[in-house]
């Protein structure tokens, strides 16, 4: 009988973790600080020092200091540009975020035809711009456009003072909503299913389950998905630029239209770069001011 020990036993040997290094997350880190730093903070500090001094398209001339910006601040052709985007932006954030709830909410309740009816109203998305505004054009057609066609009318839709930035605002409805519907289809699909078959053993309607549990659900994707169409709205160009020119009378002339201009008509490449540093300041600042007017409503509710 052997005698039984009077020491303890021996822990087992842990496993050998290899202590993090920081020098492995740098480097892991290395290629997007590269290209961030080569393609987005080279360029913009190179845009900033364009816009404080009298350059060209091929020649950069003397330093001004903020005379662009003075001049930019009293610049009717700009500040009108800025109130054509301003109005882009109202006639599409809110339907945009709307729209795609609404066909969200169509396609999750859709049965068999659910795969059939998503594809529908992604489809436009898939365009690239020179077919859609190629399409946009033939249903706004004043002689033989589909609308006219149906409203038995023979507007010039995009020629018209007071409709051309709405037939445009119609048109990037129609071809960019199907985005939206995405991001509100996935996240109707991460609500809990049993959420619903509790409502509906307590007897709530559809009304009253959409009311206390998809709405509240959805709440922080709705203020997302507004911020997104925000930004992309103030980032319109090529709808107005190939649908209208700018026009009627400038009437859809929007910022990065006149800054466009500004640089490879005008070739006034000091000008524009102040135009474009100005542009994504106001951005910036409206894109903070919703996100912050979103957090806000989202602790009121």
Do not use: C
């Not at 007071?162 to 939206?180: C, I, K, R």
């Amino acid at each position: 009988m052997q005698a039984r020990s009077n020491h303890p036993p021996r822990p087992a040997a842990a496993a050998h973790v290899p202590a993090s290094r920081p020098g492995i997350a740098g480097l892991m880190l290395a290629p997007f600080l590269f290209v961030f730093i080569l393609f987005f903070l080279v360029p913009a500090l190179q845009t900033f020092y364009i816009s404080l001094t009298e350059s060209s398209l091929t020649r950069t001339s003397a330093f001004i200091g903020m005379a662009n910006y003075a001049t930019l601040a009293r610049d009717p052709a700009f500040l009108g540009s800025l109130r054509h985007t301003l109005y882009f932006a109202a006639l599409t954030v809110v339907p945009l975020a709307l729209l795609g709830l609404l066909m969200a909410l169509l396609v999750e309740h859709a049965g068999r035809a659910r795969g059939l009816l998503q594809a529908a109203f992604f489809l436009p998305y898939v365009l690239p711009i020179s077919v859609m505004t190629l399409i946009a054009g033939w249903v706004l057609h004043p002689t033989f456009g589909l609308l006219n066609r149906i409203a038995g009318t023979e507007r010039a839709w995009l020629a018209d003072l007071d409709w051309a930035m709405p037939s445009v605002a119609v048109a990037t409805l129609w071809w960019t909503v199907g985005f939206n519907m995405l991001i509100f289809l996935a996240a109707l699909r991460n609500i809990p299913a049993e959420l619903y078959e509790a409502a509906a053993l307590d007897g709530a309607s559809r009304f009253q389950a959409f009311r206390d549990i998809t709405w509240p659900s959805l709440r922080p994707t709705f203020a997302m998905a507004m911020l997104l169409q925000l930004i992309a709205s103030f980032k319109i160009f090529g709808q107005t630029y190939i649908l209208t020119s700018g026009g009627p009378f400038n009437t859809t002339r929007v910022t990065l239209h006149y800054m466009y201009e500004t640089a490879f008509v005008q070739s006034d490449a000091g000008y524009a770069a102040a135009i474009a540093i100005s542009f994504v300041v106001i951005v910036a600042a409206l894109s903070l001011l919703q996100a912050g007017i979103a957090r806000w409503a989202g602790g009121k509710a």
